[in-house]
């Protein structure tokens, strides 16, 4: 038999495996150390930034109630305003305290149905008007207020801020006053076209300009001593103000919205107010 030399091979050694290397005591000392020194840095830096975070918020915090607070106090002297505005509507009413107060409600309402700032201005410059008005030409508060809604799109449209008109006039060859000039249109509410419109200096004259349009032709007179606004505007599209088919329907939805049925209330208390006044002259008169 022939023999195997081996010693080559077990000079190898293959079959033993290396021990592993561990690390020496002080070389485990040094790595823990500095894991846990790294650790700690960690937990201050985490520490710093959650309390820097925690200042930030709490001065956004204090931000933020200081802005509501000025939001709040605004909120409080823009309705102080109003309530003066609205006393100052009424302080040539002479009807009772109690009438008073129901028309301060009244307008308040109105007011606060405004949809943005802008629509609130507008009111708070219209209503004196179109009361005014009331009182004084018999025309209800709310057909001029609808009207003039959704004639300027609340002051809004280009012949409300360049010239003062809120109720969509035209300016014919006739009107001798100011104009502005070409402007983009809908005749009938969908005809495209371009028309010259009539200008005024102010709010009220614009409002003046309106009613005197109104009686100018004497073709409106039907609509004079409706009760309501509503009946008032349907009148005066009757008789040719206006050949859009969808005028009145977008007006009783402006009159829903704005709350103006309920300056209606105001005027019939005022035309009852006028009636019982006239009759007690009368009656005075017939004694006399």
């Known amino acids: ?15 033993f495996k290396e021990k592993r290397r561990r690390l020496s005591l002080w070389a485990t000392l040094v790595v823990s150390n500095a894991f846990w020194c790294a650790l700690s840095v960690v937990l201050v830096l985490s520490i710093c930034g959650l309390s820097k975070t925690g200042h930030w918020a709490m001065a956004k915090f204090v931000e933020q109630r200081s ?8 909120k ?4 102080a305003e109003r309530d003066a505005k609205i006393a100052n509507l009424l302080r040539f009413e002479s009807s009772s305290t109690s009438d008073i107060l129901v028309m301060a409600k009244t307008i308040n309402e109105v007011f606060s149905s405004a949809e943005n ?3 609130e201005r507008f009111f708070e410059e219209a209503l004196p008007e179109a009361l005014r008005i009331q009182l004084t030409e018999g025309i209800p508060a709310s057909a001029v207020m609808a009207q003039a809604i959704l ?14 008109n809120y109720f969509g006039m035209k300016a014919f060859d ?3 006053g100011m104009r502005t000039k070409n402007v983009p249109t ?18 009220p004259e614009g409002f003046d300009g309106y009613v005197q349009f109104l009686k100018a032709s004497g073709r409106y007179d039907n609509a004079f001593g409706k ?29 829903e919205r704005y709350k103006l049925d309920k300056l209606d209330e105001i005027y019939a208390a005022q035309v009852a107010k006028a009636a019982a006044s006239q009759n007690t002259t009368v009656a005075k008169n017939t004694d006399s």
């Open 174 to 176: 006739d009107w001798k």
């Open 1 to 15: 038999m022939q023999s195997i030399d081996l010693t080559q091979v077990i000079a190898r050694r293959p079959f």
């Open 227 to 255: 009760k309501t606004g509503a009946e008032f505007i349907s009148q005066v599209l009757k008789d040719g103000y206006c050949g859009d088919p969808r005028y009145m329907t977008m007006i009783h939805e402006i009159i």
């Open 117 to 119: 700032s802008e629509q």
């Open 186 to 203: 809908l005749d009938d509410g969908s005809i495209p076209t371009i028309a010259d419109f009539r200008a005024y200096s102010s709010l």
């Open 67 to 74: 802005r509501l607070a000025e939001v709040e106090a605004a």
């Open 76 to 79: 409080a002297q823009a309705l």
């Open 151 to 164: 004639e300027s799109r609340s002051g809004q449209s280009s012949i409300a801020k360049d010239g003062h």
